[in-house]
């Protein structure tokens, strides 16, 4: 089992920046690959970005590239998002997510976290 909690959430305004961490326990960190997705009311969740286990591959959205960044510290058992140049439309709850196995589907992620709330304001 991995325990995954996220934080970092809260109200900033559009342009600004934000730092989600998501700290895991219970099993060798550096063997997961870490996802974070979002989910806005109504609409269903959607991939933002992903980073294998060494950090050696990593995805991202169309939506967020250039924007959001994912790193990992492996001796920190944490994976960050940090977010730049945020617009309304980024608002959602964020989730990070954990397997053994790198993708972009939410649906091939085993271990999820509580989610964190992201809302900006225009």
């Known amino acids: 089992q991995v325990q995954l909690v996220e934080s970092g959430g809260g109200l900033v305004q559009a342009g600004g920046s934000r730092r989600l961490s998501c700290t895991a326990s219970g099993r060798t960190f550096s063997n997961y690959a870490m996802g974070w997705f979002r989910q806005a009311p109504g609409k269903e969740r959607e991939f933002v970005a992903a980073?294998?286990?060494?950090?050696?591959?990593?995805y991202y959205a169309n939506s967020v590239k250039g924007r959001f960044t994912i790193s990992r510290d492996n001796a920190k058992n944490t994976v960050y998002l940090q977010m730049n140049s945020l617009k309304p439309e980024d608002t959602a709850a964020y989730y990070c997510?954990?397997?053994?196995?790198?993708?972009?589907?939410?649906?091939?992620?085993?271990?999820w976290g509580q989610g964190t709330q992201v809302t900006v304001s225009s």
């Open positions: 980073q294998s286990g060494s950090a050696g591959n990593t």
């Open positions: 997510a954990a397997d053994s196995v790198l993708t972009t589907n939410h649906l091939t992620y085993t271990y």
